[in-house]
């Protein structure tokens, strides 16, 4: 095989991610690379990794596999920094209360449904 290291470690993240639930996506908390082999300027810091000049065993974990990660989904077209969690919208923004909504009958003050004071009949 003579695929260039960056283009094999593109397809091993494509298979990783397909293994994925449908609402997870690759992270840095969530994706290791481990390499054994030549190394390569372009994907690691050769100058600094004893490992790598000699073509050994290495693993890549949490922020040193994010610059991977960010060239893994720029070939993809998907946005550099991943998927963007959708916030929660801060009290208040989501759906003003009208004039009489919000506070009165079957909620507390913070609009939370207050627990029922009724009786069953037997």
């Known amino acids: 095989m003579s695929s260039f290291p960056p283009e094999l470690i593109n397809h091993g993240l494509s298979a990783l991610a397909d293994t994925l639930q449908q609402d997870k996506h690759l992270t840095i908390a ?54 963007q969690e959708e916030q929660p919208q801060a009290e208040g923004q989501a759906g003003e209360a009208t004039e009489g909504e919000g506070q009165g009958a079957g909620t507390t003050g913070e609009g939370a449904p207050r627990p029922s004071m009724r009786r069953a009949r037997m």
């Open 30 to 83: 969530n994706t290791s690379i481990a390499i054994i082999g030549t190394p390569d300027a372009s994907i690691e810091n050769v100058a600094a990794s004893g490992p790598a000049k000699r073509g050994f065993f290495r693993v890549w974990e949490n922020d040193d596999v994010d610059q991977l990660l960010r060239a893994w989904r720029r070939s993809r077209g998907e946005p550099e920094d991943g998927p």
